[in-house]
């Protein structure tokens, strides 16, 4: 079992910088691929960006390319989701995922293919 906890979320206004983290438990952090996917209100969820165990292969979904940095830290098991430029559409709940094999760009972006999730993180964004 993994247990994830996610934080950093918070109201901010559109424009300003935000690092979300995710901590991981009860598994050797370093053989996971992470994600992080986001959820609004009515929507379905929405892959983010994904990281491999080493952070040799990273992914993101058109939406954050550029503005979006995923990241970890396997000394300290973490991931960090760095989002620059946010936009009021932004807006979501932030959930980072762990699934303990390596995932391609088409697989890390299902959130089918992960088997642990945290309870999320609030983001508001703004206008």
């Known amino acids: 079992q993994v247990q994830l906890a996610e934080s950093g979320g918070r109201l901010v206004q559109a424009g300003v910088s935000l690092r979300l983290s995710c901590t991981a438990s009860?598994?050797?952090?370093?053989?996971?691929?992470m994600g992080w996917f986001r959820q609004a209100p009515g929507k379905e969820r929405e892959f983010v960006a994904a990281i491999t165990w080493s952070g040799a292969n990273i992914y993101y979904a058109d939406s954050a390319k550029g503005r979006f940095t995923i990241s970890r830290d396997n000394a300290k098991n973490a991931v960090y989701l760095q989002m620059n430029s946010l936009k009021p559409e932004d807006t979501a709940t932030y959930y980072c995922a762990a699934v303990d094999r390596v995932l391609d760009r088409v697989t890390s972006a299902s959130p089918r293919r992960y088997d642990y999730w945290g309870q999320g993180t609030q983001v508001t964004v703004s206008s």
């Open positions: 009860g598994r050797t952090f370093s053989s996971l691929s």
